[in-house]
């Protein structure tokens, strides 16, 4: 009987020793090569031994990413999470759509999550539409080293939650306000005094903001290369004449821009790195403006001029001519001047188109 015992345990602890040095180290192999294992997984390999538990949490690098997008009672998950010690040197934190993140989470963050979040790099609030200025003032108190901020269609956040993110976060360089309907010139004046390396920036439908506003990021701002100015009516060439400082832009919506001219676009054809370029409801460009910019950006893959009654075939030759190599976009549906409209017609002209529609 005790022979039996002393077999058992012996063959209990041989079991255990083969998972932790064969079967620990194959899941962490497994884990390692993925580039993203989802954090729900992740989490439940957790559970499956104590000795992977003991491995998983050793790396760090695992522990680097939290997504609760859309999830409920998210804001409480997020306190919990950032409670343990794992989750102290996270980088990235998503919170897209969930509804029930409330300024009070961010406060609580703030004071007893501080330490948690000093090397955060990435905070996604896009649809977080219960945070307000005074949520934005407690999250990037603690976020010195952020450097991508999203918080796309907030009514609530107003200039000052602008002046607080400025203050707190020096190194922002991909910035996302799209939607923020109630930002005035004041956020992008302050944006373009104190983030001149400023790389990406959408402000879509930010429809208190005038030319004052842009010149100042146009004029400051001279490292964007992605440059969101969509449903944007009230610009003028004042300001899109500035466009041309922008030597490094590789993506530009100018969708809706109702006041664009043929002038400034043949000042945009000075950005020669431009490979996107939304002039969708353009309506008062023509040939010269879409030929300025053929023969100025060589590198164009997308290219939208949807509703655009002044462009005929004269565009699509120069195009055809200069960027017919590395058009894979072209959208000419309602441009009644453009004769040579169908797919067939635009393959002769761009062989490599893969995309003949982006409006629906």
């Known amino acids: 009987m005790v022979n039996n015992i002393v077999e058992s345990k012996e063959s209990e602890t041989s079991m255990e020793d083969v998972w932790n040095k064969e079967t620990v180290p194959k899941v962490m192999q497994i884990v390692s090569s993925c580039i993203k294992l989802p954090q729900r997984d992740l989490i439940a390999l957790l559970l499956v031994s104590p000795w992977l538990h003991n491995t998983l949490i ?3 690098s695992l522990w680097l990413f939290l997504d609760f997008h859309e999830m409920n009672k998210a804001g409480d998950r997020l306190v919990a999470a950032l409670s ?11 919170l897209e759509f969930a509804q029930d993140i409330e300024d009070k989470h961010l406060e609580l963050l703030r004071t007893k999550c501080g330490d948690s979040l000093g090397n955060l790099r990435f905070l996604n609030l896009n649809g ?25 269609w907030n009514l609530r956040v107003t200039d000052l939650g602008i002046k607080s993110l400025v203050k707190n976060c020096k190194l922002v360089t991909d910035l996302n306000l799209s939607g923020c309907k109630t930002l005035t010139d ?3 004046v302050t944006i373009a005094n104190n983030y001149n390396g400023l790389e990406f920036l959408d402000i879509t439908r930010c429809i208190k903001v005038t030319d004052l506003g842009l010149l100042q990021i146009l004029l400051k701002c001279s490292s964007l290369w992605s440059l969101n100015l969509y ?10 004449l500035k466009l041309s400082h922008l030597t490094h832009l590789k993506f530009l919506d100018l969708c809706g ?24 409801w353009c309506v008062r460009v023509t040939d010269v403006g879409v030929i300025a ?3 100025g950006c060589p590198y164009l893959e997308f290219l939208s001029l949807f509703g655009i009654l002044g462009v005929t075939d004269k565009s699509l030759e120069t195009l055809s001519k200069f960027c017919s190599n590395t058009l894979t976009t072209l959208d000419v549906n309602g441009c009644t001047g453009i004769k040579r409209r ?3 017609q635009l393959l002769q002209l761009f062989p490599n188109l893969i995309c003949f529609k982006v409006h629906s």
């Open 342 to 344: 169908s797919r067939e």
């Open 257 to 280: 821009a109702q006041n664009i001219s043929d002038d400034a676009l043949s000042s945009i054809a000075n950005c020669k790195e431009l490979t996107s370029l939304s002039l969708t």
């Open 293 to 295: 910019i053929a023969e």
């Open 186 to 188: 004041d956020s992008l």
């Open 58 to 60: 050793s790396h760090s």
């Open 84 to 94: 343990l010690t794992r989750y102290q040197n996270v980088e990235h934190i998503i």
């Open 128 to 152: 977080c539409q219960k945070i307000s200025d005074r949520g934005i003032e407690d999250i990037t108190n603690i976020c010195p080293k952020l450097k991508c901020f999203s918080i796309y």
């Open 231 to 240: 449903a944007l009516s009230g610009f003028t060439d004042e300001a899109y």
